[in-house]
């Protein structure tokens, strides 16, 4: 048995409202996020079912677990937040299941035009490690055609070291390997065990190399340049994983190996918004520069339309003024 959280928006009592699951961020709670104020807001302004799970093995109860595992330098016993994550991913698998089979027939949720559920469609998004995590859902999902991969990236090893949120985990890792060579060799023996779990893993299999009995993924990837969490190499590194991913036209910057095209596009696409920050670092670190952008895109107008669109048409535009620049 695990916890699960559903939001009814009081537009379902006009329509029946459709299913959005949502992926939490770094250590965080389902739960939680998705009663924040402006998700409320967008649930009910769009007509959206709100439901979360937490990504066990990367949730607020696991932040312990791991930090344990760190300081004592207990190398060997990582594989237990690996396993943890694959029965998280499991858990949200089943969790749209349930709320778009027998949740929607539930007594206490119908109303004078019936289900308040609407059962027949079925949709993801998440910020963050929920954009992160929500990669390998994607590629497994056998419900949801649609999501939205907010603030993304891949892989860990990667992300690590380029994001502030790491800071205290590293404090850690340092304490236990003194030596920063030891600690990147600790890194990608990490990586090793995080592909079965992480979207390393699975990306390439959202849109090709489908999984057996799996049907054509598409995605929309927000992304915030400048991002102070999640780096944009990790996110631009995604796009070209899962394949036929396009930069949506006009750009703030050329993407390598994604191809820029001029929107609406119907299939697969990463929208970048220039919040004006400085470049970001070349090196091994995470950007500094101003307010982190981490969090606002996802609460920008353009971006909620973007999200509505895409979910509901497959056809993603970016509702920018042209470029994606502060609004």
Not at 71 to 84: I, K, L, T, Y
Not at 267 to 294: K, R, V, W
């Amino acid at each position: 048995e695990f916890k699960f959280t559903v939001l009814v928006p009081n537009s379902s009592y006009f329509s029946a409202s459709a299913p959005l699951q949502y992926g939490h961020g770094l250590l965080g709670s389902g739960g939680e996020e998705i009663q924040y104020p402006y998700r409320v807001t967008f649930a009910n302004k769009y007509n959206y079912v709100l439901f979360a799970v937490d990504w066990i093995g990367m949730s607020a109860d696991d932040e312990t677990h791991i930090g344990s595992l760190v300081n004592d330098g207990r190398m060997n016993d990582f594989a237990s937040v690996v396993e943890r994550g694959q029965q998280g991913i499991l858990n949200s698998l089943l969790a749209m299941r349930m709320v778009s089979g027998g949740l929607a027939k539930d007594p206490l949720l119908q109303y004078k035009h019936g289900p308040m559920i609407k059962a027949d469609e079925r949709y993801y998004h998440g910020n963050s490690q929920g954009g992160i995590f929500g990669a390998t859902y994607m590629a497994l999902t056998t419900d949801v055609t649609r999501g939205m991969l907010g603030v993304p990236g891949q892989p860990y090893s990667l992300l690590l070291d380029r994001s502030k949120d790491f800071a205290p985990f590293f404090e850690l890792l340092i304490f236990a390997f003194p030596d920063p060579i030891d600690r990147q060799m600790v890194l990608g023996m990490f990586q090793m065990l995080w592909d079965s779990a992480e979207p390393s893993g699975y990306s390439a299999y959202i849109r090709g190399n489908l999984l057996p009995g799996s049907p054509k993924h598409e995605v929309l990837l927000p992304v915030a340049i400048g991002d102070h969490q999640v780096t944009t190499i990790g996110a631009h590194i995604m796009a070209r994983a899962i394949g036929g991913v396009v930069n949506l036209a006009p750009t703030n910057r050329t993407i390598f190996g994604l191809k820029e095209v001029t929107g609406p596009h119907q299939g697969s696409a990463m929208i970048e918004y220039d919040f004006g920050l400085a470049p970001e670092p070349t090196t091994n670190i995470p950007p500094t520069d101003g307010e982190d952008p981490h969090g606002k895109v996802r609460k920008l107008l353009s971006a909620e339309k973007s999200l509505d669109q895409f979910l509901r048409t497959g056809t993603i535009e970016s509702f920018c003024n042209g470029r994606c620049d502060p609004e």
